[in-house]
Every structure is written in C-alpha cells, then in structure tokens.
C-alpha cells in the first residue's frame, strides 16, 4: 500500500532557529501533498497545500514566510519552520495524495513533533 | 476554518462493547473518511464512503454515509484493547482535494 515517510519524528530546537521537516512518498508520486498541524488533543488543521513544482497555497492565518514549503519532486516535499519560537512547538503532519481516483486515498506521514525552547 | 463536529467527544467502555460515533456537517460533502490516530503517529484511514446512503464495513467496524450528506456515522463492534485512540471523520468534495477534519472522539477502554 501507499506509504509515507516523515521525518524526523522529534525535533528539538533553540528559538530562533529553523527547522526542516521532509514528507516522502516511498511507493506512490505524490501530486500533491498537505500540511497540517495538531495541538494536544485537538484536531487537525491544515495550513496548506503543495502541488509539485508549484507555490503552496496557504490557509487564512498562515505565515507563508515563517513556514516555507517547498514540493520540488514528485515525492518529497519540505516544510520549514523559520526562526521558530515556543507558539511554533506542535505536531506537525503531512499527507500525500497520489494520481488516480480519489478512493486512492490520503496517506498520512507519522506525524513530526517540534518542541521549541 | 471549518471543522465537523463529531461526538461523542469521548467515550470509556468495557473491552467487548459496541461502539458509535457520529459526524455532522453544516455543509454537504461527497465523500466522507474515517480515520483513527493513535498517540504521536499519524491518521490511518478505516474506511472510505463516496456515495450518499452508503454502508461500508472493514472488518468489525462499520460507516454509512448520511442521507443528507452532511453527517456520518462509524460503528465498532465487540471492542478490542486495540480500538483505543482518537477517531476522526474528514469530508471532501470532487475538484477541492482539501479534506476537512472532524473534532475527534477518544476511545477508551475500561479494564
């Protein structure tokens, strides 16, 4: 089946440093990929899409420049957290979605805990 | 942005039990998906619904798409240790790939 990767799992980083987090798509070309962002129990919440070789597009209320995403190929894309501070720490989660129909699926990476002291 | 409501928001049950939860929708979706997360990892799909009246079922679990296409429902039935985790529904639409997460309900079992 469709598999993603994500890593890395745990990240801890010093405020006001970046952070990158890869999303791989490991058996399937990822058309598009998501981002997403989880709080302690709650529910996920998408901050944008990428489509390879193109801009992402943001959701209201997301810094395009603090979080950079890059989708150069057909099965990686790249979230980068810039200069990260505390409000930044989360559960960070990807998702890829392959060509074909949709009943091919979502598939979600394991997910990137940051933690920014 | 938009979020579905999904309740319970929790639920403790004995191992054995059946289980239902819903997910309702101010807005129509043509496809409905149910996940479940288990703690610091991410959504595994359980079952995908495409058509309005659908029942589906992998395995114990069970999901019927609503009538009115704004709400959803997942049965589990004789719970296992293995059933604990969080639970979500997510609609889409054809043309818009984004999918629209639930609010999530926790499954717990009681020893």
């Known amino acids: 089946g469709a598999v993603v990767s994500q890593h890395p799992s745990r990240v801890i980083c010093k405020s006001g440093t970046s952070v990158k987090i890869e999303c791989r798509s490991l058996d399937f070309q990822a058309t598009t990929m998501f981002w997403y962002r989880q709080f302690p129990k709650k529910s996920l919440m998408l901050m944008a899409t990428?489509?390879?070789?193109?801009?992402?597009?943001?959701e209201q209320g997301v810094e395009k420049d603090k979080f950079l995403i890059n989708h150069a190929s057909l099965t990686l894309s790249t979230l980068t957290v810039t200069s990260a501070h505390p409000e930044d720490s989360s559960f960070y989660i990807c998702?890829?979605?392959?060509?074909?129909?949709?009943?091919?699926?979502?598939?979600f990476g394991s997910g990137t805990r940051l933690t920014v002291v | 942005g938009q979020q579905l409501n999904q309740s319970p928001q929790s639920m403790f049950i004995q191992e054995g039990e059946d289980v239902s939860m819903n997910c309702t929708s101010s807005s129509i979706f043509n496809t409905w998906l149910w996940y479940k997360q288990d703690p610091g990892e991410g959504p595994v799909l359980l079952i995908a619904?495409?058509?309005?009246?659908e029942l589906t079922s992998n395995g114990r679990l069970t999901a019927q798409f609503g009538i009115t296409r704004k709400d959803s429902f997942l049965n589990i039935s004789a719970s296992i240790p293995s059933d604990v985790g969080i639970y979500f529904c997510?609609?889409?639409?054809?043309?818009?790939?984004?999918?629209?997460f639930g609010t999530g309900t926790r499954l717990t079992i009681i020893p």
């Open positions: 997510a609609g889409t639409n054809f043309g818009n790939e984004k999918l629209t």
């Open positions: 990428s489509n390879e070789g193109s801009k992402a597009t943001y």
């Open positions: 998702s890829a979605r392959g060509q074909g129909p949709l009943r091919t699926g979502y598939t």
């Open positions: 619904l495409y058509k309005a009246g």
